[in-house]
Each structure stands twice: as C-alpha cells, then as structure tokens.
C-alpha cells in the first residue's frame, strides 16, 4: 500500500499556484528595498530591517536556500516560504535577492500541531523542491550559484561537475545543445531585462534522460557588450504538463528575477480577448478572472486613451515577436484612474504561451511626482500662472513668430502698488489672496493667445504677440481700469494699484533680455505716479545708471578686498557632526551698509565681474581653510559657482594656481553649482567638472529637483553630492496632502542619488520635524537655521572645534 503523504495534494499544488507576496532587495546586512506584492505587507516595515534579525543562520550562512519564516510587525501571524539568492558582487552593492511565498494556511489545525506541521512541510516540499535560482558564468561554464541544487538533481558532485571538460553543459543531451544554443544567441541580443525559456534534456549519473525547463536573463556584460553572466530559474518537468499550468509557472519565475519588476501579468489572444490574468492583477486593479477573461480590453482602458491603447494592442497582436513599452491610464473596479507602465509581447506564435502577454505596475505616484516636478519647474505653485522659465520659452517663440510674420510684439512688466504694505499690516496669506484675485482679473483683460506669468514677489509679465503699440496701450488702459476697484482678498477689502511697463519688439530692441530690462525700466519710471503705465524711453535708463553704479562700487570692492565670507555647516543628519561649510558671500557698503547678496550677485553675473568675484571668495576660502588647519581645524570649505565661471575658460587655472599658492589640497574644497547651471551646457559642464575631479575637489549640485529635465543627464555628471532644493523641504511642514506630494518627490530623489551613489542634503531645514522626515528617507546631511545660522569665520571657529551642532543652537 502506498503511504498518506505528509500534505494533502491540494496544499502541494498551492505552493506551485500560488504568486510571491514580496522581493526583497537587500545588500549583505539589511533589506534595502521591498517589493510587496501582498497589499498586507507594509514595504515601509520590511525596509530597513537586518536581516539577521527574523532570517535563519543556515539561510543567511549558505546552508539552506529556503525557510519558513514569520514577518517582524506584522500584526496577523503568518508563515511565508523565504529563498534567498546571492548575486554576483562585481555588479553593484545590492547582492542578495529574498523572495517570500505564503506557506499553506494551517486553519484546521490547533496551536500545538502547527509547528509540527511546519516542520512537515518543510522536510517533504522545501527540501526536496524541483525549483531553484542559478547563476552561470559563461567563463568557466559553471553555475556560481545554484551548483548544489543542480549536483543533487543529477546525482553528480560539485567536484565531478567542475572536472568536467564543459561544465554544466556537459550533461546537455546532443540532440538538444541547438536548442541551447538558440537560447544564448536570443539573451546576448536581448536587453538585459528579457526573460528567455528553454526546455531539454539533461544526463542524469545513473544514465536516464530528464527534461528540464529553464528561464534566463543577463545578469553582466563585459566592455565589449558580450554577456558574460546570466542568471535564471531551473526545475525538472514532464514532456506532458498543461500549457495553463506551465504559463503560470513562467510567470511566477518572471516575477523572481530582480531585472524584472512588472508586478501583474496579463494575456490576450489574436482576437483580442482576455485569456489569462495574475493574481496581482485583481489585488492591484480590482477586477476579477470573471471580469476579464474572455472579454475585451475596452472598459479596462480609460475611456480617453482607449482608441491609442486598442491601435497598440492589435499592432502587437498582428506582428510576431513585437514589443511595445507604454504609459497609458486604466480603470480600477471602484471608480478611480491609475497610471501604468505596460511591456507588451507577442508570444502567438510560441506553442507554450500562444497569445500577447502585458507586464504592467502601477506607476500613479510616480506620474503625480513627475507632474508636480514639471508644474513647479514651469509654473508658478501661488497663482499657477508660467514662472519667469516658461515666460522665456514663449517670448522666444513669440519672437521667431514675429521675424517670420514680420509683425511686432509688446512686453509689459507689472509691479503691484503698495503690495509691501498690505503684507506687512495685513499679513501674508491677505497677500497671497490678494495675488491670486489679481492674477485672475489681470487673466481676464487678456487674448487667448497672450501669455502671464508671475516672475517676482508682486510682479507679473506679459507676452502680446502680433500685438501693435496702440494695442499693448488698450490693454494696458483695461488693466489699469480693473485696479481702480478695490479687490477681494481672504475676507478683506483691498485697494492696490498697479505700474506698468512696456517694451515693444522689434522698436526697441530685438532680443529678449533686453526688452524685459527695458519694460522693468519703464514700469519703475511709471511706479513714480502709481497705477499707470509707462513705454520705454531712452530717460528711463537712469535705473539702468543705478545698475552701473552698483557694479562701479563691486568692483572697487573687490579691489580693495571689502568682501568677507561668512559660513554655514553642513550636518550629518542622524548625528549631528559637522561635515563641510558653505562659504557665503556679504558685502558692507560704508555709504549703503549691507547689500544683500541678491542685489550684487546678479549684478556680477550680468558683467564680466562675476570672474573677479569667484575668484576673490576662492582667495578668501582658501585663506581660511590655512588657517583654520593651523588651528588643527580640518574641514571643507564650499564654493558656488555660476554658469558663467563654468565658461571662464580659466578657471581651472585660477584653482590650481590659488591651491598651490596656499599648499592645500583638492579634498578641503567642494564646487557647489545649481542644477539649472548644470543642465544648460551639460557637454561643458561635465567636461569642466571631470576636470575639477582630476584636481581632487569634490562636486555638488545645489537646488536640486525643480529642473525637470535634468533627472537625465545626472548620471553624467561626476558629482559627490546632490542639495535637495529648499522648497520641497519648506513643504515638510505644509498641509498633510501637500506634505506627502513633497515627501514622495525627496523620496524619488533620495532614492535616485542612492542608486548613483551619491550623498544627499536636505537644504533649508528650519524645524524637527522637517529633520525627522529627511532622517527617515535616508538623507545624509542637513543645511539650515535649525542647525546653525551663517556665521564669520571668528564665530563659527569654536563650533568646529568641537566639531558637532545641536539643535538648540542658532
């Protein structure tokens, strides 16, 4: 008689059926990314643990590749199936892969029976499954992994196996090595992330012939682009399994593959009706086998994508062996949109799948992360009109429309009356309000096809194309006319008036910067009368002359060395050590006082005095950093650099010149310079900072995050760190919507920087609770007052002797 076995048939075939409910992502010590495919596993929780913590020794010591494992802080006690997989380490410093399975559920039995159970299951299903990872390298012909499994499916040792003339392909039967063959032509063509099957034949010790299926993906090239590992999944099967059964298994395989991060599958046949969905697809969408199999795509597609996403679908239906990567929306059950990244891929024509598979995850957050980049990158967050940015992109159209129509175009600069005023006596959300009804009723006055834009504080700008004088003057009138009644704003009634200036293309100049200068002259010599508007006359320079006058006085300043460098610290977040300072610049005036830096730094950008200026600061910075090391003060000193020192053609000279001039060394400076500086030459900007790279100074991006574009072209920049622009920090603190918009963004950038290996800083950080946020999204170090103000160089002296901040201090 043939003995009960330990399970009953049902619980061995849910192990087979049955999706992972997570992968996680890990590097020697801890878990550094999870994907949870089980809405009921929080990612959040299993992120940052040890894995030593919850995984057994033999897992975690090589000993055993799987366990039934409980999960720390789950609140339901349950069982899942852990593998861990090791990958090469040659790659990247994420080398171990752990997957969780569901044990079977153990409802019908009491508490005292269910370890002995587990212990069941263990020994007949864990032990001795047909199911293993590997991973070959082509060199040796060897699996670096998964050798153990594959010697005992065999019967071979690991010691016969590595004697052997070719390795594991030693044991592949003749008639099948073209099949092989076949395989590894389609990897080596493939994109790293294609998953590639394959069923044959093995030689088994004792002499019998068994088949097995493999599914395969390149792991590593080497420098010619020739693969070199691959790694993949291997279990034993009979010539006479159901081509449902073996679809399924496939897609359990796909989903292991760390190259592979789709989370549902789908599939249609030619006439493109449903034949097949996951279980991850009803967990993500809602929608059941009932809903979907044998029915069309059509009300799964958001209705305004559906005529686009039905062409896709049937040109992929119609083309063997097409692909098609998209982004499109989708309806879940319950009502609400989710935006999807979708992998379409004709597999009709092979016997095993026959039909076009759709690999898709959801995408939603990362698309309203994206959006939020964009709107703040192009438009203003207050009043959501185009910021200066977009203003620039259309009046340069406008320009070109202009040249090829021979037409003219107006710009007028508008600066709201007594704006300081009503913020001051009335407070500042009266004056958001206030911006708000004004730009709305300055909307009103305009044509369809005019552009406003808030380009300052209480300032707007308007773009008239194929706009006469006569005309920019009737719209100027219709303005003004709006300001001559008092306005709503947050529950008072305010009067303002406006000042107006406007230039006119191509009378009196035909390029851009110069008619916004000209219109800002103009609305400053109409501010004198108050709510009126002004053309641009050659008498209105005379702001222009004060302009010049405080470039005469800069450069007599930097002459006579009457800047000076103040400094603010840059923290280690989680503990408080001081890693480098800021070096800023201040300017005192002795007929003015202080000038703000705001005033004379564009002023120095605008001329060729920005070169003299950065110089100066690098002389002065230097100077300190003698100091200070004189003191047995080691720390690095930051400079910023604009666009224009990155044309200097110099500059690298006047670097070297000024270190060895002062013995110091490339590792006590760091060049800080803004993303949208970086982005606007990247061929030069990368060319100049591999430059400073090869004199040892270290590199930042500061205000990183609002230049949309960038995200790709950072990989080529050889920067160390990456500042986190402070308006996504100031967010922390706003409302809870707001705040989580904001805390997704820091947590896209965070995690962009960690997979390029640079640091972060959080800069603008005024309160614990901004701090707390940042500590607990990985960012490495803080800038802002709650640490330390900007200091001279004789107050700051003793705070980096003892080489720490605490937050108490200002």
Sequence with gaps: MFSKPPLPESTLQSLVENDYSAVLICNDKYVIKAICIDKSIPASTLQGIELKDWLPAELLSGEKLRAIVPLPDIR???????????????????????????????????????????????????????????????????????LEYFSNLLGYSEEEFSAMPEGVYSTIHPDDIPVVKEQERRLAASDDKEVIPADFRVKKKDGEWIWIQVHSTIYARDEEGNAIIEIGSIHQIQKDFETEQALRRKDKYYRTLVENSYDCILMYDQNMNVTYISPSVTRVTGYTEEDLVGKTLETFIYEEDREEAAANLRYVAENPGALSVVERRINH???????????????????????????????????????????????????????????????????????????????????????????????????????????????????????????????????????????????????LQ?????????????????????????????????????????????????????????????????????????????????LRLYYQPRVDIKTGLIRSVEALCRWYDPDHGDIAPSVFIPIAEESTLVHELSQQVTDLACKQIVAWRNMGIDTTVALNLSIKDLRNFNLLNQFSDTMRTYDIPGSALEVEITESAAMTDVVNTVKV????????????????????????????LPVDN???????????????????TNVNIIRSIISLAQSLDLHTVGEGVETIQQMSILQSLGCDMGQGMLFCRPMSATAITDLLREGKVTFARR
């Design 76 to 146: 339901k006690q349950r069982y899942f199936i852990a593998s861990i997989t090791r990958l090469p380490k040659d790659k990247s410093h994420l080398n171990v892969l752990v997957s969780l399975q569901p044990a079977p559920e153990l409802d019908n039995h009491d508490a005292e029976s269910a370890p002995n159970l587990l212990s069941v299951y263990k020994n007949t299903v864990l032990n001795k499954a047909p199911i293993f990872l590997y991973t070959l390298d082509y060199r040796t012909q060897l699996f670096v992994e998964g």
């Design 333 to 479: 059950k319950d009502g609400h949109v989710l935006w999807i990244e979708s992998r379409l891929v004709n597999h009709l024509n092979d016997p095993d799948i026959q039909g076009v598979t759709i690999n898709f995850h959801v995408i939603t957050e990362r698309k309203q992360a994206e959006r939020k980049i964009h709107n703040l990158a192009n438009y203003d967050p207050l009043t959501q009109l185009p910021n200066r940015y977009l203003l620039r992109k259309r009046l340069l159209k406008g320009l070109a429309d202009s040249v090829k129509n021979d037409s003219k175009l107006a710009l007028m600069y508008i600066d709201l009356d007594r704006f300081k005023e009503i913020n001051d006596t009335l407070g500042h959300s009266v004056g958001d309000a206030l911006l708000q009804t004004v730009a709305k009723t300055i909307h009103k006055c305009l044509r369809s096809s005019d552009t406003l834009a808030r380009v300052g504080g209480d300032e707007f700008t308007i773009v008239l194309p194929e706009t006469s004088e006569k005309e920019a003057r009737h719209i100027a009138d219709r303005i």
């Design 482 to 562: 709006q300001f001559r009644t008092p306005f709503q704003a947050d529950n008072h009634t305010v009067q303002t008036g406006a000042s107006i200036g406007i230039s006119i293309f191509p009378d009196h100049s035909k390029k851009a910067e110069d008619l916004f200068r000209f219109a800002d002259i103009a609305m400053y010599s109409a501010k004198k009368e108050r709510n009126q508007y002004q053309l641009y006359e050659l008498r209105h320079s005379e702001r222009e002359n004060r302009r010049r006058s405080v470039e005469k006085k800069l450069k007599t300043a930097i002459a006579n060395d009457n």
């Design 689 to 716: 900072l591999n430059q400073f790279k090869e004199l040892g100074i270290k590199l930042s991006i500061d205000d990183f995050g609002k230049g949309y574009s960038s995200l790709a072209y950072l990989s080529q």
């Design 722 to 740: 990456l500042k986190i622009d402070m308006y996504f920090i100031s967010q922390l603190s706003s409302q809870r919507q707001d705040r989580m």
